[in-house]
T-cell receptor
Framework: NAGVTQTPKFRVLKTGQSMTLLCAQD?????MYWYRQDPGMGLRLIHY???????AKGEVPDGYNVSRLKKQNFLLGLESAAPSQTSVYFC????????????FGPGTRLLVL | DAKTTQPTSMDCAEGRAANLPCNHS???????VYWYRQIHSQGPQYIIH???NNETNEMASLIITEDRKSSTLILPHATLRDTAVYYC??????????????FGQGTILTVHP
């Protein structure tokens, strides 16, 4: 099992460009999450999904969109990147919600110039 | 979820046991103690969790005091690869419907040769 994988590992964007981050999990988990992590800020939840075809906003959803067309994939989109979106992005998945153990991917480092 | 308090940093010699304390004096009866860690430049990793009984798995042991106001994570034979930030969090059973994780500052554990 690969667990949770993220693509790409690193990306540099110019302000205004768009991109999509891909998260894939092979554990048949229902729940998937996108977090961002900035120095001194800890993890912050951007969007999450409780099942295929469903998505919901987390703490910091502005500037991002997500889609969960297939159970194993969770996509995070930036339509018009801004320097404030420079961060490390982590995807996670879990069997259920609440206090279920979350399994994280290796992260995507995004630099917006 | 109850607030947790951890020391900012700790050192441990390779091969020795690393004992990481966590204070959660306001924890309620239905809140579990969870430990995650984050090795530099990697995604967070689940370690162990418990409610009131001591727990052990292949990675670590968790000792919870009888009054549940504090706990200790024990890495029995620390290696250099255990150098990481360790997070102790309290999560309610059935807590938030989507299971958002909120990490505090954690403890930076440095294992030295």
């Amino acid at each position: 099992n690969a667990g949770v994988t993220q693509t790409p590992k690193f990306r540099v964007l110019k302000t205004g460009q768009s991109m999509t981050l891909l998260c894939a999990q092979d554990m048949n988990h229902e729940y998937m999450y996108w977090y961002r992590q900035d120095p001194g800020m800890g993890l912050r939840l951007i969007h999450y999904s409780v099942g295929e075809g469903t998505t919901a906003k987390g703490e910091v959803p502005d500037g991002y969109n997500v889609s969960r067309l297939k159970k194993q994939n969770f996509l995070l989109g930036l339509e018009s990147a801004a320097p404030s979106q420079t961060s490390v992005y982590f995807c996670a998945s879990s069997y259920g919600g609440g206090r279920e153990t979350q399994y994280f991917g290796p992260g995507t480092r995004l630099l917006v110039l | 979820d109850a607030k947790t308090t951890q020391p900012t940093s700790m050192d441990c010699a390779e091969g020795r046991a690393a004992n990481l304390p966590c204070n959660h004096s306001t924890i309620s009866g239905n809140e579990y103690v969870y430990w995650y860690r984050q090795i530099h430049s990697q995604g967070p990793q689940y370690i162990i969790h418990g409610l009131k009984n001591n727990e052990t798995n292949e990675m670590a042991s968790l000792i919870i005091t009888e009054d549940r106001k504090s706990s200790t994570l024990i890495l029995p034979h620390a290696t250099l690869r255990d150098t990481a930030v360790y997070y102790c969090i309290a999560l309610r059973a059935g807590g938030t419907s989507y299971g958002k994780l909120t990490f505090g500052q954690g403890t930076i554990l440095t294992v030295h040769p």
